[in-house]
């Protein structure tokens, strides 16, 4: 019996520096990602020496230094000593292809930022809310939200009218958007994906929804700036939605892209839904990945990360003001259900090609 427990008393030692080590190289990623050092070494064919790299990055040798030992010694970048003691860099271009700019929809590296930038923004608050079960408010987090809407919307200028749109529904939605439909996007942010959508399909009217009155500013400033008609922006509440009844099946095509885990009344939130569509009328909900169950999660290749932005952003802006608190790992279980509790009868799950992070919940009212 003590022979078991020493040997596990060392496996997990040996487990707790492997944490300490890639939590410290998640932060230095992170910082090598900001300042573009990752991607001033992708152009280098040969190893460099500090000096040189730190040159066309416009940064201080003596930092960049000290980040290469970490990036060195935890094997992101590769060590070439030279027979005059000099030490060069280099990054492969195969863990390039994964952490840079240029990685497109493979860009793993961007990811590097969020951990780092959820414990500037919110340590503090999610801490105390431990003791006080109170959720932590949106204010907390301008730097995170503009991180999270920046990723957002490279994705959705990449994918989101050829990819995405033309895959809903077999293909028959984009036929319906180019002959003219009215089309909501609920938590729309800055409204980049509306904006998209209502250039690519003048004859249909777009209308986007969200909480922040600073976002649906942006938005409408954005739209001005581009000359945009056939677009508006509310600022609103969706769990209010079925207050209003001017908005009753008044939609025929709605989407939710990463925003119903966030809600404080999520089942109020998707019921509004239902009440705005038109009769036949389809919802787009794309959110996490995950099983309602942790037991479910325990093998999901990210599934500490997942968790951890759970904690630390989805599940206090959840719990503001009493809220459900759902938290991100809400999975599809729970998401039909609630889906199907709000009136939906048709729920299609589906696999989104290059997203593994989400699933799109497909309904029809």
């Given at each position: 019996m003590a022979?078991?427990?020493a040997?596990?008393?060392?496996?997990?030692?040996?487990?707790m520096?492997?944490?300490?080590?890639?939590?410290?190289l998640?932060?230095?990623m992170?910082i090598?990602?900001?300042?573009?050092l990752?991607d001033?070494?992708?152009?280098f064919?040969?190893?460099?020496t500090?000096?040189?790299?730190a040159?066309?990055a416009?940064?201080?040798?003596?930092y960049?230094r000290e980040?290469?030992g970490?990036?060195a010694?935890?094997g992101?970048v590769e060590?070439?000593?030279?027979?005059?003691?000099r030490h060069l860099f280099?990054l492969?271009?195969a863990h390039?292809d994964?952490i840079?700019?240029?990685?497109?929809n493979?860009?793993?590296?961007?990811?590097t930022?969020e951990?780092?930038l959820l414990t500037?923004?919110?340590?503090?608050?999610?801490i105390?809310?431990?003791?006080?079960?109170?959720?932590?408010h949106y204010?907390?987090y301008?730097r995170?939200?503009a991180?999270?809407?920046e990723?957002a919307n490279a994705?959705?200028?990449e994918?989101?009218?050829?990819?995405?749109?033309?895959?809903?529904?077999?293909g028959?939605?984009?036929k319906?958007?180019?002959a003219?439909i009215r089309?909501c996007?609920?938590g729309?942010?800055?409204?980049?994906a509306l904006i998209?959508m209502?250039?690519?399909?003048?004859?249909?009217?777009?209308v986007?929804i969200?909480l922040?009155e600073?976002a649906?500013a942006e938005?409408?400033?954005?739209?001005?700036?581009?000359?945009i008609?056939?677009v508006n922006f509310l600022s609103?509440?969706?769990?209010?939605?079925r207050?209003?009844r001017?908005f009753?099946?008044?939609f025929d095509y709605?989407?939710a892209?990463?925003?119903?885990?966030?809600q404080?009344?999520p089942?109020?939130?998707l019921?509004?839904?239902h009440h705005?569509?038109a009769?036949d009328?389809?919802?787009?909900?794309v959110?996490?990945?995950?099983?309602?169950?942790l037991?479910?999660?325990?093998?999901?290749?990210?599934?500490?990360f997942?968790?951890?932005?759970s904690?630390?952003?989805?599940?206090?802006?959840?719990?503001?003001?009493?809220?459900t608190?759902?938290?991100m790992m809400?999975?599809?279980?729970?998401?039909v259900k609630?889906l199907?509790?709000?009136g939906f009868r048709?729920?299609?799950v589906l696999?989104?090609?290059?997203?593994?992070?989400n699933l799109?919940f497909f309904c029809?009212?």
């Open positions: 022979a078991k427990s040997a596990r008393r060392e496996a997990f030692s040996k487990k520096g492997e944490i300490l080590n890639y939590g410290a998640n932060l230095a992170a090598g990602y900001r300042t573009g990752f001033v070494m992708d152009t064919d040969a190893p460099q500090v000096s040189r790299i040159a066309k416009g940064l201080n040798p003596r960049v980040w290469l970490v990036m010694t935890g992101i060590l070439a000593p030279t027979a005059d003691g280099l492969p271009k390039a994964l840079t700019r240029r990685a497109g493979a860009n793993l590296g961007v990811y930022q951990i780092p500037a923004c919110a340590m503090e608050p999610v105390r809310g431990f003791y006080t079960g109170d959720g932590v204010d907390h301008p995170f939200q991180f999270i809407s990723l994705k959705h200028r994918v989101l009218v050829d990819q995405f749109l033309p895959g809903v529904d077999g028959r939605l984009i319906r958007l180019i003219g089309v996007d609920l729309c942010a800055e409204g980049v998209l209502a250039q690519a399909f003048p004859r249909s009217r777009f986007g969200d922040s600073a649906i938005a409408q400033k954005e739209a001005q700036r581009q000359n008609r056939n609103m509440d969706a769990a209010g939605l207050d209003h001017e009753c099946d008044g709605v989407t892209f990463d925003a119903i885990h966030d404080t009344r089942l109020e939130a019921r509004g839904i705005i569509l009769p009328g389809l919802f787009s909900m959110d996490i990945a995950a099983e309602t169950r037991a479910d999660n325990m093998n999901h290749p990210l599934g500490p997942l968790y951890t932005v904690l630390m952003h989805c599940l206090p802006v959840g719990l503001v003001d009493g809220g608190g759902l938290g809400w999975g599809r279980e729970k998401a609630m199907r509790d709000a048709q729920v299609e696999e989104i090609p290059h997203d593994p992070f799109h029809r009212k």
